[in-house]
């Protein structure tokens, strides 16, 4: 008897089915509609993008142990502009 474990989508929670293609950020996975975006340009993440997002994060403990979940998500040009505001604010 062979297990096999139903990969669920990280933002909705669903299976995502055999025949989907998920996108990933790490060890999450997501369906194509439930895709996080870039909190500043509102940009969909993708697979081919993900190298160059950055993300922060909280962690949070579930049936398979602890994991990292993101809390907001910024696409490189807007991650530049968010660490400036942050640094002009704290002046």
Do not use: K
Not at 35 to 49: I, K, Q
Not at 68 to 91: G, K, M, N, V, Y
């Amino acid at each position: 008897m062979t297990s096999t474990t139903m990969l669920a989508c990280s933002g909705c929670w669903n299976p995502i089915g055999a025949g989907a293609q998920p996108v990933r950020l790490g060890d999450l996975a997501f369906h194509v509609v439930c895709t996080p975006r870039c909190r500043a340009c509102d940009t969909l993440l993708s697979d081919s993008d993900e190298q160059r997002w950055t993300y922060d994060g909280q962690v949070v403990w579930d049936q398979g142990g602890y994991s990292l979940r993101p809390t907001e998500l910024w696409c490189d040009s807007c991650r530049e502009l968010h660490d400036r505001d942050i640094a002009f604010a704290q002046d």
